[in-house]
């Protein structure tokens, strides 16, 4: 083995090790543990299909797995046009747009605790300020955010979109400083109004950023946890449970490792598929 492959090797064999040992192996043993029924204080008994099967008869998933739909549908979009709008805001060469910038950037590194008890705070039906707002500009019934299980998920969705438009929109923005000056004053010249110039300069030159940020914005979205766990806790009820918090409930609140395991892959199945859909629609567009 000549001298270059020992050092080759000496460079990548520590981050393969933590890999394997801490990704890796807990996969290879999540796909086992799904087909059995195991806690921590048994022995695993071999099960079959039977975790998934008990799947179609359970109502908490299903509610679990909407829920998810439904903040993925509307959290992709809203932060898509939130964060977009910020970098083409922030594009600029005006004073102080990097201070501006680390403001918008800075909700995505905050601890998430506080973020959930600042909004908390401020969606309070009784003394928050959002409410004292909408009564203020003649609203009857404001809503009850987070203690309604009608509200609960748009409040959700409203936090987290704030929370992750200045991640989004840095790429955005870096996305931006490649498309060609030139194009823009050649549109200009040719007398097309700025709306004209962002349909057809920038945003052909966002595709690939866009895509990159969908991708992304997707596997983010369906696998949201942290946010609601600290935010509503899952309700009022089950209004605002999703499938990661399902699996934390099942498996370290009931102790049923083997049905959280296969829950976790029918979750993981989701996710994989529709960005390998995702994938498939973007190589046929530039094709």
Same mark, same amino acid.
């Given at each position: 083995?000549?001298?270059?492959?020992?050092?080759?090797?000496?460079?990548?064999?520590?981050?393969?090790?933590?890999?394997?040992?801490?990704? @890796?192996?807990? *996969?290879?043993?999540?796909?086992? +543990? %799904? &087909?059995?029924?195991?806690?921590?204080?048994? $022995? =695993?008994?071999?099960?079959?299909?039977?975790?998934?099967?008990?799947?179609?008869?359970?109502?908490?998933?299903?509610?679990?797995?909407?829920?998810?739909?439904?903040?993925?549908?509307?959290?992709?979009?809203?932060?898509?046009?939130?964060?977009?709008?910020?970098?083409?805001?922030?594009?600029?060469? @005006?004073?102080? *747009?990097?201070?501006?910038?680390? +403001? %918008? &950037?800075?909700?995505?590194?905050?601890?998430? $605790? =506080?973020?959930?008890?600042?909004?908390?705070?401020?969606?309070?039906?009784?003394?928050?300020?959002?409410?004292?707002?909408?009564?203020?500009?003649?609203?009857?019934?404001?809503?009850?955010?987070?203690?309604?299980?009608?509200?609960?998920?748009?409040?959700?969705?409203?936090?987290?979109?704030?929370?992750?438009?200045?991640?989004?929109?840095?790429?955005?923005? %870096?996305?931006?400083?490649?498309?060609?000056?030139?194009?823009?004053?050649?549109?200009?010249?040719?007398?097309?109004?700025?709306?004209?110039?962002?349909?057809?300069?920038?945003?052909?030159?966002?595709?690939?950023?866009?895509?990159?940020?969908?991708?992304?914005?997707?596997?983010?979205?369906?696998?949201?946890?942290?946010?609601?766990?600290?935010?509503?806790?899952?309700?009022?009820?089950?209004?605002?449970?999703?499938?990661?918090?399902?699996?934390?409930?099942?498996?370290?609140?009931?102790?049923?490792?083997?049905?959280?395991?296969?829950?976790?892959?029918?979750?993981?199945?989701?996710?994989?598929?529709?960005?390998?859909?995702?994938?498939?629609?973007?190589?046929?567009?530039?094709?």
């Amino acid at each position: 083995m000549s001298r270059n492959t020992v050092a080759g090797w000496s460079f990548i064999l520590p981050n393969f090790v933590g890999f394997a040992v801490l990704t @890796l192996l807990p *996969v290879v043993v999540l796909f086992y +543990v %799904a &087909f059995t029924n195991w806690n921590v204080f048994g $022995v =695993a008994e071999w099960t079959g299909t039977a975790n998934f099967r008990r799947m179609w008869d359970d109502a908490s998933f299903w509610t679990a797995l909407r829920n998810t739909v439904y903040y993925t549908v509307f959290h992709i979009p809203l932060t898509l046009a939130a964060s977009l709008g910020l970098a083409l805001l922030l594009n600029r060469k @005006l004073r102080g *747009v990097r201070f501006f910038r680390t +403001v %918008a &950037f800075f909700p995505y590194i905050t601890s998430i $605790v =506080a973020i959930a008890v600042v909004w908390n705070q401020l969606f309070s039906p009784e003394y928050g300020p959002i409410n004292a707002l909408l009564g203020a500009v003649g609203v009857d019934n404001p809503p009850g955010w987070t203690t309604s299980s009608t509200w609960s998920m748009p409040a959700v969705i409203i936090v987290g979109t704030w929370r992750y438009m200045g991640y989004y929109m840095l790429l955005f923005l %870096a996305g931006l400083q490649t498309i060609p000056a030139q194009l823009y004053e050649a549109a200009e010249t040719d007398g097309a109004t700025p709306w004209q110039r962002f349909v057809h300069v920038t945003l052909p030159g966002l595709r690939h950023t866009t895509f990159f940020v969908t991708v992304l914005l997707t596997i983010e979205s369906f696998k949201v946890f942290d946010l609601i766990l600290v935010m509503t806790g899952g309700g009022p009820g089950q209004s605002t449970l999703v499938l990661s918090q399902y699996i934390y409930q099942k498996s370290f609140e009931e102790n049923q490792f083997g049905y959280a395991s296969a829950v976790s892959i029918v979750l993981f199945a989701i996710c994989f598929s529709i960005t390998v859909i995702q994938f498939m629609v973007n190589k046929r567009r530039n094709s």
